[in-house]
């Protein structure tokens, strides 16, 4: 009992310093390899904080789930919906509205783009949606 509850206690401890949710652990596995745990990339990885420049305009929705990135990563439809909102919130400073379901993320996953950087180039130039 007095040992059940140290490794409680320990545990207890132990969480403020771990990822505390699933679209946290997501990211950590999936996505930080390339973006950074603070998403700020490298030279050949864009930063993530740099989303709030394409949050206004038509089309960044849908190419935020189109990057191969993300678009083909090992999750369910609903876990990468998840995610998205997560990261979104994240990096915009608010969820998205509305906020992606599995159906949306499911049907733009199908479609990955071929070269996301001419089409982030396309959507920079567009004009607010
Ligand atoms: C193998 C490296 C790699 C991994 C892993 C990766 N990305 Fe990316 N990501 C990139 C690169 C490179 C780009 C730039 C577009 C391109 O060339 O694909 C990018 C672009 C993006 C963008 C567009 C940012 C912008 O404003 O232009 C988003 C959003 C994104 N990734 C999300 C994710 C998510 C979410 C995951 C994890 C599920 C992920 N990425 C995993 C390399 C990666």
Sequence with gaps: M?????????LLMA?????????EHDYTLNC?????TDGSGSRVVPSLQAMPELSAKAGAREY???????AQAPLSNARLA????????????KRPEPAYT??????????????PI????????????
């Design 2 to 10: 007095k040992l059940a509850l140290g490794t409680a206690a320990f």
């Design 118 to 129: 001419a089409r982030r180039t396309e959507i920079r130039r567009a004009t607010p949606h």
């Design 64 to 70: 935020w789930v189109q990057v191969p990135g993300a």
């Design 82 to 93: 998840a995610l998205m909102n997560w990261l979104v919130e994240r990096f915009v400073g």
């Design 102 to 115: 599995a159906q949306e993320v499911g049907r733009l996953r199908r479609n990955p783009l071929r070269d």
């Design 32 to 36: 930080s390899g390339c973006h950074r």
């Design 15 to 23: 969480h403020p310093a771990a990822a505390d949710s699933y679209e």
